[in-house]
């Protein structure tokens, strides 16, 4: 394994907002962190990989449009670059960013599509706010230039949004390129157990969404045509949407972190907005008070589901907290990579390992148990060779191919 030395900055340390670990008194409770190994029992003839170590928590990466270069993300602030040789640091944010939360931090990435011309890159972190008291870290898209030389220009970077964030966890802030100089950008319900706020089913605030805009000379646009206050809305009713992908119908694939009982996988369309339902439903379920999809305090499963009115788009795949199973790290879509994955939505969970393949047989939706990976994954990334990528808890990156 390829091991480099990193600033000592701070030691994060990570989750994905879904109901990891429950008190006996129901209260919340983080994991602790498990050290993660090349041990991946899997029905796929994949070969597992060390890839890169010695980062914090390295969640998503992106491959230069013009070098040949792989563009690795921290959480705490740090973006390098990997040519398959040696890595290079393009920039330390951690000055910038707040990490009072294993929430919090840089969140997302993406090239200006322009970049070529522009030189310019998208940022989505919580800004450094002070760690006690009431939370003052909100979430910030914002733009910069990298210079000739390869590295983050500090001061070119230019605040283009704001969003306001009531507690510290359910940030979202994942940034994807979908072409056309359009971009979607993940925005969680805001925080606190069972969104109390019902910012999800509110359309005056951008909490709980996935909004679209177009990104032209450092401002950013709607793309639907809407003049009013959500008019960057794409879709709503989410709790934490970590990871989405778009496949070759354009349809978009969102994983939502769920609280106490489900996790998803949602199929939507990106021209066509659609409410997912949170916090009145979670998966394929009802979510009553006490945060459970059953009165009682348990967890329905599937069977007993009532369908969703028309108010709402329920997933075309869910699974339940059982077997350790804790939070849903998405994921892509797969038209490329190791040929006996492709065709499908790849995606996993935090806590167990477990990953898993969507495809449709015979025109249902139909999940495959892949394997179980050694590890707590928080992340997927697309390699230099297409080999697959997966980001841990404890700083470690592996390869699949």
């Given at each position: 394994?390829?091991?480099?030395?990193?600033?000592?900055?701070?030691?994060?340390?990570?989750?994905?907002?879904?109901?990891?670990?429950?008190?006996?008194?129901?209260?919340?409770?983080?994991?602790?962190?498990?050290?993660?190994?090349?041990?991946?029992?899997?029905?796929?003839?994949?070969?597992?990989?060390?890839?890169?170590?010695?980062?914090?928590?390295?969640?998503?990466?992106a491959i230069h449009p013009e070098n040949d270069e792989l563009w690795i993300i921290?959480?705490?602030?740090?973006?390098?670059?990997?040519?398959?040789?040696?890595?290079?640091?393009?920039?330390?944010?951690?000055?910038?960013?707040?990490?009072?939360?294993?929430?919090?931090?840089?969140?997302?990435?993406?090239?200006?599509?322009?970049?070529?011309?522009?030189?310019?890159?998208?940022?989505?972190?919580?800004?450094?706010?002070?760690?006690?008291?009431?939370?003052?870290?909100?979430?910030?898209?914002?733009?910069?230039?990298?210079?000739?030389?390869?590295?983050?220009?500090?001061?070119?970077?230019?605040?283009?949004?704001?969003?306001?964030?009531?507690?510290?966890?359910?940030?979202?802030?994942?940034?994807?390129?979908?072409?056309?100089?359009?971009?979607?950008w993940g925005i969680g319900d805001g925080g606190g157990s069972l969104d109390p706020?019902?910012?999800?089913?509110?359309?005056?605030?951008?909490?709980?969404?996935?909004?679209?805009?177009?990104?032209?000379?450092?401002?950013?646009?709607?793309?639907?045509?809407?003049?009013?206050?959500?008019?960057?809305?794409?879709?709503?009713?989410?709790?934490?949407?970590?990871?989405?992908?778009?496949?070759?119908?354009?349809?978009?694939?969102?994983?939502?972190?769920?609280?106490?009982?489900?996790?998803?996988?949602?199929?939507?369309?990106?021209?066509?907005?659609?409410?997912?339902?949170?916090?009145?439903?979670?998966?394929?379920?009802?979510?009553?008070?006490?945060?459970?999809?059953?009165?009682?305090?348990?967890?329905?499963?599937?069977?007993?589901?009532?369908?969703?009115?028309?108010?709402?788009?329920?997933?075309?795949?869910?699974?339940?907290?059982?077997?350790?199973?804790?939070?849903?790290?998405?994921?892509?879509?797969?038209?490329?990579?190791?040929?006996?994955?492709?065709?499908?939505?790849?995606?996993?969970?935090?806590?167990?390992?477990?990953?898993?393949?969507?495809?449709?047989?015979?025109?249902?939706?139909?999940?495959?148990?892949?394997?179980?990976?050694?590890?707590?994954?928080?992340g997927f990334g697309r390699g230099l060779s297409d080999e697959i990528l997966i980001?841990?808890?404890?700083?470690?990156?592996?390869?699949?191919?």
């Open positions: 394994m390829k091991l480099f030395p990193l600033l000592s900055i701070f030691l994060l340390t990570f989750g994905l907002s879904g109901c990891i670990l429950i008190n006996e008194d129901k209260s919340f409770a983080w994991p602790e962190v498990t050290e993660s190994e090349c041990n991946f029992d899997n029905n796929k003839n994949l070969t597992c990989s060390p890839f890169l170590d010695g980062f914090d928590v390295p969640h998503m990466s921290d959480l705490n602030g740090l973006i390098l670059s990997w040519d398959g040789f040696s890595l290079f640091k393009v920039a330390n944010l951690s000055f910038l960013i707040s990490n009072c939360h294993f929430e919090q931090g840089l969140l997302g990435f993406a090239f200006d599509e322009n970049f070529n011309s522009t030189n310019q890159v998208l940022l989505s972190y919580v800004k450094k706010g002070p760690c006690d008291g009431d939370n003052e870290s909100n979430l910030f898209l914002a733009s910069a230039i990298i210079d000739n030389s390869g590295i983050l220009n500090i001061s070119s970077i230019t605040i283009i949004q704001e969003i306001y964030q009531p507690y510290r966890n359910h940030n979202g802030g994942y940034l994807q390129s979908i072409g056309d100089n359009k971009y979607l706020h019902s910012n999800g089913q509110d359309t005056s605030t951008p909490l709980g969404t996935i909004q679209l805009f177009s990104f032209i000379d450092n401002e950013i646009y709607p793309v639907r045509g809407e003049t009013n206050s959500d008019s960057l809305v794409l879709h709503n009713g989410l709790r934490n949407p970590w990871r989405f992908d778009f496949d070759n119908n354009n349809r978009l694939w969102v994983t939502d972190v769920g609280e106490k009982c489900w996790e998803e996988v949602n199929l939507l369309l990106i021209n066509e907005s659609a409410n997912l339902g949170w916090p009145e439903r979670e998966g394929l379920h009802k979510v009553h008070s006490n945060g459970y999809t059953h009165e009682n305090g348990t967890c329905y499963y599937d069977e007993d589901a009532p369908p969703a009115s028309n108010d709402f788009t329920d997933p075309i795949s869910s699974y339940i907290h059982d077997g350790g199973n804790c939070s849903i790290t998405g994921g892509f879509w797969m038209n490329w990579g190791p040929k006996s994955l492709q065709d499908g939505y790849l995606y996993g969970d935090f806590c167990t390992g477990s990953m898993w393949i969507l495809r449709e047989i015979e025109g249902i939706w139909t999940d495959e148990y892949i394997g179980s990976f050694q590890g707590m994954i928080v980001f841990t808890w404890d700083g470690s990156i592996y390869s699949l191919n």
